[in-house]
Structure formats: structure tokens, C-alpha cells
């Protein structure tokens, strides 16, 4: 079985289960394809980090939404000003730098269980 490890404290522990998306599985496939240096290891979040990984991963959402909305506006400023094709190449690579830009705060989200009640 593979080891957990808190993707806040580092320390190997129990808690809840990250969500594998695209980000991890490029770091995963990274690993494993260049550096030959996968450890297969689950990624959690434990008990006692889980606050500080609530604010990390509001801060990271933000960002993101920030970071796109950004993009957006200058992008639209730049078609409405100059509208060519070259307009639109640049502003849709500013988006996309932008929204790279913003993977630099990286948090993953946590497979949290779902509270089914039955009446």
C-alpha cells in the first residue's frame, strides 16, 4: 500500500484523499517519464492541516478567477482597439500565460465525503 503523505505539513499521515486532475497527472507523468523518479506516494490533507489548507486553496481560486478575468479585459481591450489576427494570436496567448501564471499558487482540491442524510 502506498504511503499518505499531508500535501501542507508533509508529514506522513491519514486525512482526506486529494483529487487527482490534470496539473497532478502532468506532475505524476513528469516524474515518472523524465526524472524515473515516481514514489507512487497518496497525497492527503490531514485533520490538524485541513484550515490552513482551506485558506491556501481560497487564495488559489481567487487567483485564478483574478488572473483569467485579467486576461479577459486586456484581451478585449486589445481586439476592440485593433481588431487582427495577430490581435487575437496575442491575446489569446496572454490568456493562456495568465492562466499558467496563476498555477504558480497550485493548491489541489480534496475529495471531501459526501453527508447523505436519510429521512
Known sequence: MARSYCI????EKNG???????VLDAIRWFKQNVTK????NRLIVCKECFPRY?????K??????TYLAIGIIFAALGL???F???TLAVAILLI???????LLNYVPKVALPSHKTSK
Open 8 to 11: 501542507i505539513c508533509g508529514d
Open 16 to 22: 482526506l484523499p486529494v483529487q487527482n486532475d490534470m
Open 37 to 40: 523518479n515516481e514514489k507512487g
Open 54 to 58: 482551506a485558506d491556501r486553496r481560497k
Open 60 to 65: 488559489f481560486e481567487n487567483r485564478q478567477a
Open 80 to 82: 476592440i482597439f485593433s
Open 84 to 86: 487582427s489576427l495577430t
Open 96 to 102: 493562456v500565460f495568465l492562466y499558467l501564471l496563476s
